[in-house]
Nanobody, 113 residues
Framework: QEQLVESGGGLVQPGGSLRLSCQYFRTVFRIYTIAWYRQAPGKQRELVAT???????NYTDSVKGRFTISRENWANAVYLQMNSLQPEDTAVYYC???????WGPGTQVTVSS
């Protein structure tokens, strides 16, 4: 059974928005820092955003002002709201829990007209 599961990917036009969801099936979800990574074709996986147990967030420079990471502990979920999407945001997006080294299977985001 998958511990981490992403959803919400898809095809969107440049300038559009998507909201990714990450569910982590752990009893004490609220203690976990969760990160979103992405991997574009032919490129290394890169860190996109993180959110700590206390709600502190960090973003890679290329998404600052466009992406927002948030969490709902009651739902065991972390979200990535992505606005003003550009073709260079096209990638498989992964959810990661550093404490346990758990990865989700990923969800594809394609930005194209």
């Amino acid at each position: 059974q998958e511990q981490l599961v992403e959803s919400g990917g898809g095809l969107v036009q440049p300038g559009g928005s998507l909201r990714l969801s990450c569910q982590y099936f752990r009893t004490v979800f609220r203690i976990y820092t969760i990160a979103w990574y992405r991997q574009a074709p032919g490129k290394q996986r890169e860190l996109v955003a993180t959110i700590t147990s206390t709600g502190t967030t960090n973003y890679t420079d290329s998404v600052k002002g466009r992406f927002t990471i948030s969490r709902e502990n009651w739902a065991n979920a972390v979200y990535l709201q992505m606005n003003s999407l550009q073709p260079e945001d096209t990638a498989v997006y992964y959810c990661f829990a550093p404490l346990t080294q758990d990865w989700g299977p990923g969800t594809q985001v394609t930005v194209s007209s």
